[in-house]
DNA sequence: AACAACTCCAACCGCGAAGTC
DNA sequence: TGACTTCGCGGTTGGAGTTGT
């Protein structure tokens, strides 16, 4: 059996509504209130799929819906929120008040996707670092930086350096041009921890109360970025973005491949990264990579850790790892493998 | 002025999750 | 427990409006 239509289409009227239409949907549904959307359209008098009905009234007839062009403040949470959640447009639409998910969507399809695609090298499928970046690159299945998307931004000159002196590197998709780099701020012991924590208060900051998540106004980058730079002197790296989940001392900050490659190919200190439980909750967001430069009580733990995971990238991680659990590298990738899949 | 190409967005569609019986 | 219903989400489409030639 199939699955049941939403409702008897049969003479039901399709396309755009009427101001008549409007009326009668809005007046019955301040009387009667949201809900029974199947049974709606009868009682309400109209001949409209209960799912149309729906969508009228939350697209377009509530009366906290906000009119008129999509604001660059707006426009700017929308890239955050993009980067951070990627295509869950409800999610991001409720962060925006008065913001649907489909004006979102749309926003995002003619306007967003489109100006982050136009980077030079974009639209080829191949990536180019960029010399000077007035627009962050764009890759598909990837991060763009928040930091990177302030149309204000430009890179410092130290930044343009570091990108000059990097050799030219190609991506291919599907890649990821940040990596994500997550420290426990109150268990490293660096003295511009304060000067950092001052930059992230100078930030709004709102809470997604349906998952209690902590979320970073726009704000004040440069200023972190810059504290962040001169925290990883000996990297020589571009930090490139800090991201959007602060949540109590959890920090995390993104880093680009080149400083990534950099801390993996000097030998030094800590090589392992991004290590979960399994049985915990969590998102690609909150995957951790330690190194020689910011050490935490998460990476002093490593060892006791269950069930780490590992990123692909890293070869040997997978044997290694799998053979700490004793599993082979098959388990391992199958555990992966099925809950992304999940 | 006419046509084509493009943009934008309201609306539709199918699917999966959650709820109900 | 399973069949069915309802709801909500994200991808896609259609067409009105705009811009370019």
């Not at 998910?101 to 749309?106: H, L």
């Not at 930059?199 to 900051?205: L, P, Q, Y």
């Not at 951790?288 to 040997?316: G, H, M, R, Y």
Request: aromatic share 8%; with cysteine.
């Amino acid at each position: 059996m199939g699955r049941a239509p939403c409702c008897e289409k049969v003479g039901l009227k399709k396309g755009r509504w009427t101001a008549e239409e409007d009326e009668t949907l809005a007046k019955y549904i301040q009387t009667n209130g949201e809900g029974s959307w199947r049974s709606l359209p009868k009682n309400a008098g109209l001949l409209r799929c209960g799912k149309s009905c729906r969508l009228r009234w939350i697209n377009y007839l509530r009366a906290d819906l906000k009119r008129g062009n999509i604001s660059a403040e707006e426009e700017n949470t929308i890239v955050k929120l993009h980067a951070s959640f990627g295509n869950r447009w409800s999610l991001i639409a409720s962060h925006l008040p008065g913001r649907t998910d489909n004006e979102i969507k749309n926003y995002w399809n003619s306007h967003l996707s489109r100006k982050i695609y136009s980077f030079p090298g974009a639209s080829a499928g191949i990536m180019d670092t960029p010399k000077v970046a007035s627009i962050p690159p764009k890759l598909k299945g990837g991060r763009t930086s928040r930091w990177a998307m302030n149309k204000n931004k430009t890179y410092t000159q130290n930044v343009n350096d570091a990108i000059n002196q990097r050799p030219k590197q190609t991506f291919t998709q599907p890649n990821s041009d940040f990596t994500v780099l997550d420290a426990d701020v109150a268990d490293v012991n660096e003295p511009r921890i304060e000067e950092l924590e001052a930059e992230v208060n100078k930030c709004d900051r709102s809470v997604d109360e349906s998952n209690d998540e902590d979320i970073l106004g726009l704000c004040q980058m440069e200023g972190i970025s810059d504290i962040l730079e001169s925290w990883l002197p000996e990297t020589t790296c571009v930090v490139w973005d800090l991201s959007e989940e602060i949540d109590n001392n959890d920090m995390v900050v993104r880093v680009s491949d080149a400083c990534r490659d950099k801390m993996a190919s000097s030998g030094e200190g800590y090589s392992c990264s991004s290590s979960m439980a399994l049985d915990q909750h969590w998102d690609w967001e909150s995957v951790i990579e330690f190194n020689n430069v910011v050490e935490s009580e998460a990476c002093n733990n490593w060892e006791q850790q269950e069930k780490p995971l590992t990123w692909p990238w890293e070869d040997d991680a997978w044997e290694s790892q799998s053979k700490n659990l004793g599993e082979t590298d098959t388990q391992m990738q199958n555990d992966m493998v099925d809950w992304f899949l999940s």
